[in-house]
């Protein structure tokens, strides 16, 4: 992977030095497009804004490029439809030519280092941001993008002063007025951070980062009836973020609804969750919402949130999930948490312990039990605990025939049976 990636920045290299210095030497002038195709590029901006963009405008945008293939502008536009498809190498391949197009377009030469940060280049994108600011030192847009740089790197003084500056321009730019809210919301000035959240909302009612910052606001504020729906949307849309996890949970436990807070507060289990260390407060948090709810809910709750990508590979958040579910009495679905997480960290030895321990106690299935438990031996060599209940379930099978205790496990165990 490391080859891999090292491979596609050398193969990018030349470009980048083409793009530092086209900046300084023009080689484009605008080309102008008919008054039905300005109005649908117009349409196809709101799109992209809005993060929503239809089927037939993917069609449209390559046909306007067949149209315009010299216009900066537009292969912008394809780039930003190609990444929000998932093609990241094809939308790089637009910014660039759009910036061959146009290096006097600061927009163009802005979507490329916006694209170049995201895809894991920041030191290209951060010599192309330097270039491109002392050729443009009064472009919003730059400033913008240097301002998000500067955040990044959390030296958020001089970021906003840019913010500032580039709002001050007078230009409007999607997720600017979002961009400087969230300033706003970390210092704790929640008033000012809604009012700016507004800004872009009026423009763009679906822009989820002005939703998460307006709903986050609204929850410090403790308005939680409003911000609950905000915070619906952004969390359907981003569900990493742990803080919207967190506010969208206490915002749906405000309103009793427990059924509903499981699902984000299942996701910020897995977010926290780790194999070497136990994500209590998250764990807390899912406990306290489970004992509201009844098996069924539990189960639906916890394959609905299977099915997210982010669970892809998580073994240590059915670990933890089986660890509360067995604290909360619900056996079953613990041991189905075991089992997933076992399918996907076979090795991990506590695992197998706490499906011997259920094996063992719930399920009277000793046999199983003793199986998991020489995995967990074998896992997990040096833990005393898993050693115990190992050696001593092995010992008391040996003698279960003269073991009073064990004699009345197996009547139980056939009278379950003959009930079932």
Not at 189 to 203: G, H, N, T, V
Not at 379 to 402: G, M, W
């Amino acid at each position: 992977m490391g080859n891999k990636r090292q491979s596609n920045r050398q193969k990018l290299f030349p470009f980048s030095v083409f793009v530092l210095s086209s900046l300084f030497f023009p080689i484009h002038a605008a080309f102008a497009v008919s008054q039905s195709d300005a109005a649908l590029l117009g349409q196809i901006e709101k799109e992209v804004q809005a993060e929503s963009i239809a089927a037939p405008t993917y069609k449209q945008i390559q046909e306007l490029v067949e149209r315009y293939p010299d216009d900066d502008h537009i292969r912008v536009l394809l780039g930003d439809c190609l990444d929000s498809l998932g093609l990241p190498s094809q939308a790089m391949e637009q910014y660039e030519a759009a910036v061959q197009l146009g290096p006097n377009d600061p927009k163009s030469v802005a979507a490329l280092i916006k694209a170049k940060f995201r895809r894991g280049y920041p030191d290209e994108a951060e010599k192309l941001l330097e270039t491109a600011r002392k050729r443009f030192p009064e472009s919003p847009d730059l400033d913008f993008w240097t301002a998000n740089f500067l955040f990044s790197k959390k030296n958020y003084d001089e970021a906003e002063k840019l913010y500032l500056k580039a709002i001050h321009a007078g230009t409007p730019i999607p997720g600017l007025p979002t961009a400087l809210a969230n300033m706003r919301l970390m210092s704790r000035q929640y008033k000012i951070a809604i009012a700016l959240a507004d800004q872009d909302l009026e423009i763009d009612p679906k822009l989820f980062a002005a939703l998460e910052i307006k709903g986050l606001a609204l929850v410090k504020l403790g308005k939680y009836d409003e911000a609950c729906p905000l915070l619906k949307q952004s969390f359907d849309a981003h569900r990493t973020n742990q803080e919207l996890q967190i506010a969208y949970v206490r915002c749906l436990l405000w309103k009793g609804d427990y059924v509903q807070a499981l699902r984000p507060a299942l996701v910020h289990l897995s977010a926290t969750a780790s194999e070497y260390t136990d994500p209590f407060m998250a764990k807390k948090l899912v406990s306290s919402i489970i004992g509201h709810l009844n098996e069924k809910q539990i189960k639906e709750g916890i394959a609905e949130v299977s099915k997210y990508p982010m669970f892809n590979m998580r073994s240590s958040f059915h670990f933890a999930l089986g660890d509360l579910l067995d604290r909360r009495n619900f056996h079953a679905l613990a041991i189905e948490q075991y089992r997933e997480g076992l399918s996907l960290s076979p090795q991990f030895g506590r695992g197998w312990y706490r499906l011997g321990l259920d094996q063992e106690t719930v399920l009277r299935d000793y046999d199983g039990a003793l199986v998991s438990y020489k995995k967990a031996v074998q896992y997990c060599p040096r833990d005393t605990e898993v050693a115990n209940h190992f050696t001593r379930l092995q010992s008391r099978i040996t003698n279960r025939k003269e073991d009073l205790a064990w004699l009345m496990k197996d009547k139980l165990k056939l009278n379950d049976l003959l009930r079932k």
